[in-house]
């Protein structure tokens, strides 16, 4: 209230309006606050206290928009404290986002981020000399960062960085902060995931073009009559990010990014700014709550982004998913880690004898090697082998390991008849190529985008839209004859047919064919652990090594003008 001694001259229908905001506000505060103590892992728990947070920051919202006058005049609500409000709704989006994979719920979220900037919310907050409220407004861009990238909008965060950054200086300048440096690097870390993609589109006016990446309608190939393949359907995804060095933002390395948009459908109606500044319409709704009987048919595989997990953590979450897995359904685990190699050899050779992949931990890492301060008869404790993964497999588990130890997980064994499928990444990359790691790695790049993958790895940086169009569409021929060479193989392993009925997983097998392909036939990678694995082996002469499918490939160098960089299909390429 305006001021203690005036409260009696306020009309009651105004004092109940105050005390009804204020009551809303700190429930809303309450509930806010309490969504950081709920588990991370499990579908069930959290979706009910999540629903009464949405509706109690709906009535708060609405609330504020019906009494603006009165909350102006006696509760003194500043512009500032309403772009507060809005912020959370948009942050309450985003991590309804993380908890479902639903796309729909990040255009919610940005149209929340929009108006605040549109309507200047944060604007007056340079003028009081409160440097907690600017970190508020830091905040607030950062997240808004955030919700673009991972909606491939980025000319707006290329603005958006720009007005970041003059945000952190003025607030440098102004106040004698201990956090300049995080800030600093919060704008390092968006720029150089903004300049990660190896290759930029051009149009006609030299402009960069954005491309999104996730699955689109048409963008698989159909499964035709007759093919026989599993009804399986990925329900749940563990995205695992524990590369040493490798470009990151809040928390997500550029593979995890990468991976996670391939698991995810294109969103429809996708929220537009076009709407005058201050007019934009907003009124947060309710997520639909799927009713318990039945279930409605999930869009995108549920997921869980892990940055950096300790071994503990990722098992906590590897059981909570293996737990609730639906029947019919499959558990991805993507793998982007520091390889862990044996320390020795054996007389005999276990699933816990070839390495792994590294976990967090609190050791010292230097030049990218986990600093080794135990006995060398010992195995590595902060790793991920082979033998962890062995209790999962009674359901069907689907493995991608993108590591300098990769080939580990070969040393498979189904024990319980389970569909099981590992693709595993090259373990050693041309000389010439090896710098470019920190900005993602090649495997990833191949099953996320593989035009994106195959300039890059041809040395184009640029090329024209219409060349791009052109190629996009030779690819999607190329998948079908790549999903034909699967299904009517004699000798697959019937595992790659079980889980070619998903469209995600069809995919991802199909790219990991045609960047096998790829570089089998590119002249720099020479040596075999050049070239990607599966386990089980894939039958060569009717996938990866296929007349058809070489043929496919020197066909798209041709179109590139990059024919030069690869051998003659007819060519033994088995070094």
């Not at 006016?205 to 698989?220: I, K, W, Y």
């Not at 429809?268 to 500044?277: D, G, I, R, W």
């Not at 190529?433 to 099953?447: A, E, I, N, V």
Request: hydrophobic residues 35%; proline residues 5%; glycine residues 6%.
């Amino acid at each position: 209230m305006t001021g203690a001694g005036a409260e009696d001259d306020i009309p009651l229908g105004e004092r109940k309006t105050v005390t009804d905001f204020c009551y809303l506000l700190d429930k809303s505060k309450q509930l806010f606050n309490g969504l950081r103590d709920l588990p991370q892992y499990g579908h069930k728990q959290w979706q009910s206290y999540f629903g009464r947070t949405f509706d109690v920051y709906t009535k708060l919202w609405k609330f504020q928009q019906q009494h603006r006058q009165v909350l102006d005049n006696r509760y003194g609500l500043k512009r500032w404290q309403i772009g507060e409000v809005a912020s959370k709704i948009g942050q309450l989006y985003y991590h309804y986002y993380l908890r479902t994979s639903e796309t729909s719920y990040l255009n919610e979220a940005f149209s929340f981020y929009s108006a605040i900037r549109q309507r200047s919310y944060y604007y007056q907050v340079n003028k009081e000399d409160r440097p907690e409220l600017v970190v508020k407004k830091l905040r607030y861009y950062a997240r808004y960062i955030v919700v673009c990238l991972l909606l491939n909008k980025m000319d707006l965060v290329k603005v958006l960085v720009k007005e970041l950054s003059e945000e952190i200086e003025d607030y440098t300048q102004r106040f004698n902060t201990e956090d300049q440096l995080e800030w600093n690097l919060v704008l390092q870390e968006v720029a150089a995931f903004v300049e990660a993609d190896p290759v930029v589109v051009l149009n006609d006016e030299n402009t960069v073009v954005f491309t999104s990446n996730r699955l689109q309608e048409g963008g698989v190939p159909q499964l035709e009559q007759g093919m026989v393949v599993g009804q399986l359907t990925l329900a749940d995804a563990l995205i695992i990010g524990n590369c040493n060095n490798q470009v990151k933002f809040s928390e997500l390395t550029i593979d995890m990014f990468r991976i996670l948009q391939a698991l995810e459908r294109e969103p429809v109606n996708l929220a537009t700014t076009t709407s005058k500044p201050g007019t934009l319409a907003l009124t947060p709704c309710l997520p639909s709550q799927e009713p318990s009987e039945k279930p409605a048919k999930r869009e995108n595989p549920h997921k869980y982004l892990l940055y950096k997990p300790t071994f503990s953590q990722l098992y906590t979450f590897l059981s909570a998913s293996f737990k609730e897995l639906p029947a019919n359904s499959v558990l991805l685990v993507y793998l982007s880690a520091t390889g862990v190699f044996p320390t020795g050899r054996l007389d005999y050779e276990g699933p816990y004898d070839f390495g792994g992949v590294l976990t967090n931990t609190n050791r010292d890492v230097v030049n990218g090697e986990t600093v080794q301060k135990r006995n060398q008869a010992q195995k590595e404790m902060h790793c991920l082998h082979p033998g962890d993964l062995f209790p999962f497999t009674r359901k069907p588990l689907f493995v991608i390991v993108d590591s300098s130890n990769s080939t580990a997980y070969k040393n498979f064994t189904n024990l319980f008849g389970q569909p099981l499928v590992c693709l595993l990444s090259p373990t050693v990359y041309p000389k010439s190529m090896q710098d470019q790691s920190q900005r993602g790695s090649l495997f990833t790049l191949f099953l996320y985008c593989p035009l994106l993958a195959f300039l890059s790895v041809c040395g184009l940086s640029s090329l024209r839209q219409g060349l791009w169009e052109k190629a996009e569409e030779f690819l999607h021929k190329v998948y079908r004859d790549i999903g034909q060479m699967i299904t009517r193989s004699q000798a697959i392993d019937q595992a790659f047919l079980q889980f070619y009925g998903d469209e995600f997983l069809r995919l991802l097998l199909i790219r990991f064919v045609f960047c096998s392909a790829t570089l089998r036939l590119h002249k720099l990678f020479r040596e075999s652990r050049s070239f990607p694995e599966s386990y089980p082996q894939l039958p060569k002469q009717d996938t990866v090594e296929s007349s058809l499918l070489q043929k496919h490939v020197l066909e798209l160098a041709a179109m590139l003008d990059v024919r030069s960089l690869f051998w003659d299909g007819t060519l033994d390429v088995n070094y």
